[in-house]
């Protein structure tokens, strides 16, 4: 049970983030900054179904090699 709950952990964090920012979308720019200069001024921008896109991928990718490590 315990390996089980330690594989679907990032499953669930996918999850709470895309209900966080559904309930909080009016609290979110978009676009969104994605990259900052040497000066610390944003220079890079998507939007923010995009960000959200490759956030997820990026945790479905990291979830799946924690699973893979986990079993």
């Known amino acids: 049970m315990k390996r089980i709950l330690l594989a679907s952990s990032p499953i669930a964090l996918v999850a709470a983030l895309w209900i966080f920012v559904d309930q909080n979308r009016a609290r979110f720019p978009d676009p969104v900054a994605i990259h900052w200069g040497i000066s610390g001024a944003p220079d890079g921008f998507a939007s923010l179904e995009s960000q959200l896109v490759l ?16 079993f």
């Open 55 to 70: 956030t997820t991928a990026t945790l479905a990718l990291v979830g799946f090699l924690w699973a893979t490590v986990v």
